[in-house]
């Protein structure tokens, strides 16, 4: 069975704005890594258009460095799963939109077989955590304070406590700290 696995750059201080991170080679090359294990990712409109159409542009025209852009195109040729109330349609080739609830969803996604299901989205992991189908977090700490921007599982408030089992952690060479958790039985 395929698992679903959450990955989310995060502030010292735990907020999530992309505008507030560091990019840079060494987390690139980590969730380029990390990516390579993945069938698919899920993303909501709000996430999935910060990413689409950057990221398949810098993959085309290899503007970055070479480790960002091998990370674009490795990000490029995912399949991708939006759901999203307003958008009707997608230009993106490997994106499709949801037809089902987000529930039914990654169950059917979990019982195939393939590569993990990646999860983009911080309204998405929350519902997902809501529901217990997330098996895996990674969160990946920037040695930043912010002061500002969205904070994981804003949206909705937990009914229960997660418990985590550690996995591991990575140190990268910027200070970020990668912490990987499944969650417990």
Known sequence: MRKVVFAINITTDGCCSHMDMVPDDGLHKYFTDLLRTAGVILYGRITYQLMVPFWPEVARGQSESEITNEFAQVFTSLEKILFSNTLKQVDDQN????????????????????????????????????????????????????????????????????????LGSETLQSGITALHYKRSS
């Open 95 to 166: 994106t499709r939109l949801a037809r089902e609830s987000l529930a039914d969803e990654v169950i059917a996604l979990k019982k195939q077989s393939g590569k993990d299901i990646f999860v983009g989205s911080l309204s998405l992991a929350s519902q997902l955590s809501e529901l217990n189908l997330i098996d895996e977090y990674r969160f990946v700490i920037h040695p930043v304070i912010a002061g500002k921007g969205p904070k994981l599982f804003d949206t909705i408030k937990l009914q229960e406590r997660l418990l985590l089992d550690f």
